[in-house]
């Protein structure tokens, strides 16, 4: 990837993404294709680890093509990396499965609705992706950012200075500048999670659905197995982080107990090997509504705290806000206005688009609180082909979530016969 950084082409830049992760990656494949040169800049060199349950959903492959047309088809292309996932297997607390297609009639020539790779895979395709005549790539590179009334000023480690109008901030869940505009890791609105890879994991499903196992000693919050390529397998645990202080969980000793323990997941470990130790990383979740612009400056993915309260989904959340944030900025470059009135229209588009599903997303959450409400849903999807192919729709047709506005859908849903 190293190839693919060049020097400071110039001294101003309309626009500086910091953060060359998926939203960064989508605000820049964005401004690309507006024609809007700009300055990208990660602290990281690329192909990086970042910890993730590498689960790439149908969000994922519609925000793609919005940023960048056609490079959804590329991503699917790359087979040996990228395995194909056709749907969800959510288990409830009782143990029983639900399993929802993403595709009401898949057919083997259509492009799979999801995908699960490595963090590192998927993002180094972005970057690469990203790399254009109107982006500058700075990578490796831990540049000091200060936000000043008529303009950013970037000073590179060797003390260089290059300046830009505006600011997008996409370097995640520990941004400095979030914090510093006052967006706090609030642990009632914070997950903690951990990522394992392990290998030889059995029972998995042909079609690569993931699975997530509500186990009632770590609720709100799940145990996943999600497949991979080369019979590897991304298996983790997430949880609410003011539960975790409450309950006084500890989240490596939880996961270990479930491997080893659970009465049916531990059989599908019993050849299995770990590829490494546990790691831990935050998901700042977007169940609560934040100003997430500013002056000259606009925040965008795990910064902006976007992550589903719910699935714990944020790569498909960061991308969207990545386009939002591109569209928000060509439109301040083109009107020279960068104040923070003028681009509050983006905290508008991004909490119009995804603001419903994340306000849903927010009360399944608290519904998992009571395993029994889950176990009736779950056992309610088992016997009815009408909620599974609605289950179904939602995930083929994003804009459909937009259903998730009206109570009287649920009600519908869960009381018709
Ligand atoms: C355990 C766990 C499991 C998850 N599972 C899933 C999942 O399966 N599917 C899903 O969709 N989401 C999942 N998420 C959420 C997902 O990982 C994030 O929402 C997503 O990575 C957000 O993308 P981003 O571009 O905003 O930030 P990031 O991916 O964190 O990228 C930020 C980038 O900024 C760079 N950076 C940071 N600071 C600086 C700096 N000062 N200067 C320059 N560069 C900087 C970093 O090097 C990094 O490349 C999970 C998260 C966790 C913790």
Redesign the pocket.
């Given at each position: 990837m190293r190839s693919q950084e060049k020097a400071l082409g110039r001294s101003h830049y309309p626009v500086c993404i910091?953060?060359?992760?998926?939203?960064?990656c989508s605000a820049s494949l964005h401004l690309t294709q507006n024609g809007v040169h700009h300055l990208l800049?990660?602290?990281?060199t690329f192909p990086?680890d970042?910890?993730?349950?590498?689960?790439?959903?149908g969000k994922v492959v519609y925000a793609l093509n919005r940023v960048a047309p056609g490079l959804s088809a590329k991503l699917a292309s790359i087979s040996t990396e990228f395995l194909p996932s056709w749907g969800i297997s959510f288990y409830a607390p009782n143990g029983k499965a639900l399993q929802v297609p993403f595709k009401q009639n898949p057919s083997p020539e259509q492009m799979a609705p999801g995908f699960i790779a490595t963090r590192m895979d998927f993002?180094a395709f972005l970057v690469k992706s990203a790399a254009s005549a109107y982006a500058d790539l700075v990578l490796g590179t831990?540049?000091h950012i200060r936000i000043h009334e008529d303009r950013i000023e970037i000073t590179m480690p060797d003390g260089k200075v290059v300046t830009a109008d505006m600011l997008i901030d996409?370097?995640?869940?520990?941004?400095?500048i979030a914090r510093e505009y006052g967006i706090e890791v609030d642990k009632n609105h914070h997950c903690a999670?951990?990522?394992q890879y392990w290998q030889g994991v059995e029972g998995l499903h042909p079609n690569g659905f993931i699975e997530l196992h509500f186990i009632k000693d770590v609720l709100p919050g799940y145990f996943w197995i999600?497949p991979m390529t080369n019979n590897r397998v991304n298996v983790?645990i997430?949880m609410l982080s003011s539960k975790v202080s409450d309950k006084k969980v500890n989240l490596k000793n939880e996961l270990a107990r479930i491997i080893e323990t659970h009465p049916e997941i531990s059989k599908r470990f019993k050849s299995a090997e770990p590829l490494e130790s546990p790691k831990g990383?935050?998901?700042p979740l977007g169940s609560k509504r934040r100003q997430i612009s500013f002056n000259r400056l606009i925040l965008?993915?795990?910064?902006a705290s976007l992550?589903d309260p719910f699935t714990?989904?944020?790569?498909?959340n960061?991308m969207i806000s990545g386009y939002y944030a591109a569209e928000m900025a060509v439109d301040a470059t083109q009107q020279e206005r960068y104040d923070a009135d003028f681009l509050s229209k983006y905290d508008e588009h991004v909490y119009h688009h995804l603001g419903p599903e994340l306000a849903m997303s927010h009360k399944l959450q608290q519904m998992v609180n009571y395993p029994w409400l889950f176990n009736f849903v779950v056992n309610k999807g088992q016997k009815s082909k009408e909620f599974r192919t609605t289950l179904t729709a939602m995930f083929e047709n994003v804009d459909l979530r937009t259903r998730f506005r009206d109570p009287r859908f649920y009600l519908k849903l869960l009381f018709n016969k």
């Open positions: 910091l953060g060359a992760g998926p939203s960064g800049i990660d602290k990281s990086r970042k910890i993730c349950g590498d689960a790439l959903s993002d831990d540049a996409a370097s995640g869940a520990h941004s400095r999670g951990l990522r999600f983790g997430g990383w935050g998901l965008t993915g795990d910064a992550i714990g989904e944020g790569i498909g960061g």
